[in-house]
């Protein structure tokens, strides 16, 4: 199995050749042989940050073109034939950004109004292009994605009217629901004394989850989940 890392270079994405010898054995003589694929150069985009990559060496990434931004998903980045897909900013919004991508290549990410407003989206992309799909948040908010995990769940951040954090949320996925494939925005229960939550990040395996994130008493951060 091939590893992978981020460059340290802003959209760099950089792939251990098969052969060599891997870094945990520094003593060996023979250096692990890497190739470097430029996201840059490989999308035409030159204001690129990658995000995030999952298990399939899929990269999401934002960046910004004319002053607004759109995501760039790498479908088999580390392939020599890697296919890109551009999310453009859903209509009525001026900006969007994305916080993951799961295993099978969905994408997280949050779309921003004019004001500051903030909708939940989750993007796929089909062999034809790529669709939007607004998370359902139960109640009018302010919504952030914050991460999503490997089987397709996502996790956010409800925001008050100041935009600070609310309450952590997660959004569960409805694996053979294909006209709502996601449950509304569940708020993540609080420990005794704490008021307000923020999500960070999600994690799954099997039948395993986590949600990581942090836990307010006031508007200071106090302690983790």
Known sequence: ?????????????AVASTGGVGLAR?????AQ?????D?????RFQNLTVVAMNDKADVVANAYVGGHSVVVVVLGADTRSPRTVIFRTPKGFNNVSASGIDAEGTI???????????????????????????LSVGRRASYQVDGIAANGDVAGTMLTSKGLPGRAVEWKK???DLESPYSQAE?????????HSSASSIWSSGSRELIGGVQYKGNRPSDRY
């Open 39 to 43: 996201l840059k150069e490989l999308t």
């Open 1 to 13: 199995m091939k590893k992978l890392s981020l460059g340290v270079a802003v959209g760099l994405v």
């Open 174 to 176: 409805f694996v053979f």
């Open 33 to 37: 042989q890497y190739r470097v694929v």
């Open 108 to 134: 997280a990410a949050t779309a921003v109004r004019a004001g500051g407003w903030s909708v939940p989206y989750v993007g796929y992309s089909p062999s034809n292009g790529h669709t939007w799909f607004r």
């Open 26 to 30: 520094p003593s060996r003589a023979v």
């Open 187 to 195: 708020r993540l229960a609080l420990s005794p004394g704490y008021t």
